[in-house]
């Protein structure tokens, strides 16, 4: 069972540093911040079609970088 706690929990790092990396390199992007995007869309279920173009592109940027580095 711990085994699992920890795979979670590195899994867990290794999100938050790829979607970190993203608002870095897209701080100087017109839009919101990648991360806030991606937590809008998962957590709160928010409706994206709406969106600007400029945070359209940045979710692509964050959702990209979740899928590499998950495998999908």
Request: with cysteine; net charge neutral; proline share 1%.
């Amino acid at each position: 069972m711990l085994e699992v706690i920890e795979k979670v929990k590195r899994r867990f790092g290794d999100a938050t540093s790829v979607l970190d990396a993203c608002d870095r390199e897209q701080r100087m992007s017109a839009g919101k911040r990648p991360t806030l995007l991606v937590y809008q869309v998962i957590c709160t279920d928010q409706e994206a079609m709406s969106w600007s173009e400029e945070d359209l592109g940045n979710l692509r940027v964050a959702l990209n970088a979740l899928v590499r580095l998950f495998r999908l």
